[in-house]
Every structure is written in structure tokens, then in C-alpha cells.
């Protein structure tokens, strides 16, 4: 399962990391996925963004589905939509379903958008924004020191798992009920080997 360290990170995937390691392992380094519900509401909400588009709107100047890079972290992506205001400000928001409520992964995931656009461009990004599509709310997100010491401490802790053959171990938590590889993870199932200490007969091999 190890891959590569050089290669670059998706953006997308730091959230996955944070919402389950093991998700994102299973996702990302074994190219495992399912759709479910959850997944197509997010896949829905990202399309409303979805057309490269540049537009005015009183003075601001938005594009949406901007390409994103950190040659420093080592990232790629891109933002939903980026807000360059007429004072200089520049603001990502980040669109997700379901009504507004705090996420740390979602900060996480609009943190790495922050440093991306802070590399590209030379120029500080303070605070952005998740848009919730039901509510039609936006939360805004302060890009302090705390949140930007979480998300590199994340990217170190992905790098260290894309260097070993070992899945992240299960979460087995509210987590699951909303995961769409629950089939595939089988949480319960890993949790009682875990605690018979045979889930290292589980631990995937390179090929
Ligand atoms: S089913 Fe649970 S432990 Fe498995 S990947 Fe999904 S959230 Fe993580």
C-alpha cells in the first residue's frame, strides 16, 4: 500500500484524512471507492461552482474552480471559488452540503486552500468561508496559527502513512453510519480482531 512520498497531495484528500485516516487510505492509496448519499450530495454541491467561470460582482472579482498548488507542502487542487476583493483581500469559500455547522476537517481543507493561494500569489489569506448549500449560509474560518499548525501536522502525519504498508486503524464511531465504505471497511469486524490483536493479519502488502 505505501506509495510514492513525491507525489502530490489532493487537497480533497486532507479532509478525508481528517474526517478518518483510514478513510483516506482507503481512498487515495488503495483507490477505493463508493458513492453513497453523502457522497453525491457533496459531489452535487460541488458542481453548482464547477465552471472555471471569472465574473464581477460589485467590484469583487470571483472565479470559481481555480487550480490550486503548493510547491512548499507539496499540494494540488482547487477552490470552489476564490473572492479577490477591491481592498485586497483574497477569500476562499469552499462549498459543502447539509446545513451550516462547524467541521474541523472542512477548516482544515480551506486552511490548505489559504497556503496554496498564499505561495501562488505572494499575499497573506486571513480568513474564507464554507458555503452551506442547504442552509445557503456561509461560516467563516479564520486562518490562524492554531488551524495552520493542525493542518501541517496533518500533511506530516499523511506523509508517514503513505510510507508504511499499514492501514490506519478502524474509527468504528458515529463516522461510519455516514461513511459510503462501511461495506468494504467493515469497522465492527476490524475493531473485534483489533482487540484480539490479529489485525495484523489484515495489513495490506506491497505488490
Ligand atoms: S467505515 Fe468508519 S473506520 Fe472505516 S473508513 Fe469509514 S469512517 Fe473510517
Redesign the pocket.
Known sequence: MSRDTSEPIFLSAIEHYS??P??WA?IHLEQQFVENVHTMRGNAAHRLVDDHSIKQDKGTRVERSLPLYSIKYNLVGKADVVEFHADGKIYPVEYKHGRKRAKKHDELQLAAQAICLEEMLGKPVLSGAIYHVTSRRRREVLIDDTLRKHLIKTIEDMRKYEATSTLPP???DD??KE?S??DI?Q?SVMNSCRHENISDLFTVEDE
Open positions: 474526517y478518518c483510514r478513510q482507503l478502524v474509527v468504528n463516522r461510519c461513511c465504505l462501511v471497511c469497522p
